[in-house]
């Protein structure tokens, strides 16, 4: 009977840990719930953020920011300037990516190489501009060129993502991520989630949340009621009306700012008074206080704030003026003759709210605006559109390079890969002060390209933005400046 008895009690042991372990497995897993679908999981192709949330966490750069947002090696074990042109970067050894391709100075070489090709087409070209080829020194050592000296060169290295070169000239590689990080791709299932799951080989040492799954959930009173049933576990840009609602959250000045490009090359906005209007026409602290609750700042007629180098302290935000608005369009002879507004929705903090709100004060002051919502990826065409570019359009800049030469590059300059406008004497001091290495010159060049660009009416300028998070209350995570999503960076209570 003794023996039978123990016998029992093993049979119900191993009965009760095979009951056990689906639910383990499920508490080491999370749902992320982010705006919309990537357009692509090629780290290189696309400047989308929605991409950026999920490769993040599977690719990885040669430097990275710790939490104070200070530069540190990652992938890279050290770096050096040799000269005017000329950067060394040495690797460290041992890391593969998940495929088993090496880590090593022929994937770095091909990385940097591939992202600033011409043919290949980058949208994030204006991130490496300068950036002439890298090639291989040795096996853990790359040699980089650009076309000058660039003061922020490493910074650069903080966002471009190193790929397996073998898996990247693959057919089908965009939809079938394979990095060195932390997590490895599963699966994606488009328009419903991608499904994540712990590198337990990675070289940083395992993450120790196993499964990760990302739903691309649109609407935020959706994104709140699946975190509110506990169908998520993290929400990201959470609407400030919904911080009494959810069961976590978190919150941090960001480096976000919601603007709208103004295409002073053709038409009606050619006039750099209607220009100037459209910034008189809108009330900015009506927008930070009644549309953000005050999750937001006025943001100080540049699209940089002060943890930015190049920030112009000295300028100011347009006054809410609608008269002085209608005074303008008087002068500038303006008909009414309507002028088109272009927009998407779900995926920045209340944009479509934000874009409606604009487009009321607009005709307000006696504009006409034609206002469009598009599709994500119709939107994306007309963002980076080089011709036939609409009148206004509706984007949120982040620069995560903390220099101004992200911003300029891509937005202010005449040759910007997503500019609709252009000045000669702006593009000129954007293009001079790149390659300055007298810290002193180059910022008074960017305060230089902050006010004339200012009284140009480059843009629409708005508000600086808080990031916000929901998050259930299983989870514990930390947001960072930089806004970046780091699940690895996660853990469950």
């Not at 499920?26 to 919309?36: E, Y």
């Not at 100080?300 to 006054?319: E, I, K, M, R, T």
């Amino acid at each position: 009977m003794r023996k039978l008895a123990i016998l029992f009690s093993v049979i119900l042991a191993g009965a009760l840990l095979l009951t056990v372990s689906p639910l383990m497995a499920q508490d080491s897993s999370i749902t992320v719930a982010i705006g919309g679908d990537p357009t692509t999981l090629d780290p290189q192709a696309a400047d989308d953020g929605n991409e950026r949330a999920v490769n993040d966490n599977i690719y990885e750069t040669l430097l990275t920011r710790d939490a104070s947002m200070a530069l540190v090696p990652l992938l890279a074990e050290s770096y050096e300037q040799l000269d005017d042109t000329t950067w060394q970067f040495t690797l460290k050894s041992g890391i593969s990516f998940t495929n088993g391709e090496p880590m090593n100075a022929e994937a770095v070489a091909f990385s940097i190489n591939r992202n600033i090709d011409p043919e290949f087409n980058s949208e994030q070209l204006s991130f490496f501009e300068t950036i002439t080829g890298a090639s291989v020194v040795d096996e853990l050592t790359v040699s980089l060129t650009t076309n000058g000296p660039d003061p922020i060169l490493p910074a650069r290295m903080y966002w471009l993502k190193i790929v397996p070169p073998v898996a990247a000239q693959a057919e089908g590689f965009a939809e079938n991520p394979v990095g060195t990080g932390p997590y490895k791709f599963v699966s994606w299932a488009r328009g419903q989630q991608i499904e994540l799951e712990a590198n337990a080989e990675y070289w940083g040492g395992a993450p120790s949340i196993s499964r990760v799954v990302i739903r691309p959930i649109p609407e935020e009173s959706t994104r709140l009621a699946a975190l509110q049933a506990g169908e998520v576990d993290f929400v990201r840009d959470l609407i400030p009306e919904q911080i009494d609602q959810a069961p976590v959250v978190k919150h941090i000045p960001g480096l976000e700012f919601p603007i709208v490009r103004i295409n002073n090359k053709d038409g009606i906005l050619a006039d750099v008074r209607i220009r100037q209007a459209i910034n008189y026409a809108v009330d900015k602290e009506a927008i930070a206080e009644a549309l953000y609750a005050g999750y937001a700042v006025v943001a100080q007629g540049q699209v940089l704030n002060s943890s930015h180098f190049g920030f112009n302290p000295d300028v100011q935000a347009y006054p809410y003026d609608p008269d002085m608005a209608r005074q303008l369009l008087a002068e500038a002879g303006y008909n009414g003759e309507p002028i088109q507004f272009v927009g998407e929705a779900g995926r920045w903090l209340k944009d479509r709210e934000l874009i409606e709100v604009v487009a009321a004060m607009l005709t307000d002051a006696g504009f006409t605006v034609d206002v469009q919502i598009l599709e994500w990826s119709n939107y994306l065409d007309l963002l980076f559109a080089q011709e036939n570019q609409p009148a206004m359009i509706f984007v949120a800049h982040d620069n995560t390079l903390f220099d101004a030469d992200r911003t300029f590059s891509g937005y202010y300059s005449c040759e910007g890969r997503v500019s609709s406008y252009c000045n000669e004497e702006v593009t000129q001091l954007i293009n001079d002060g790149r390659t300055e290495t007298d810290g002193a010159v180059r910022e008074g060049m960017y305060h230089s390209v902050v006010e004339l660009s200012r009284e140009d009416g480059a843009f629409l300028f708005l508000v600086n933005l808080e990031n916000i998070y929901g998050l259930s209350e299983r989870l514990e995570w930390e947001p960072r400046q930089d806004g970046k999503i780091l699940f690895a960076q996660m853990t469950l209570k």
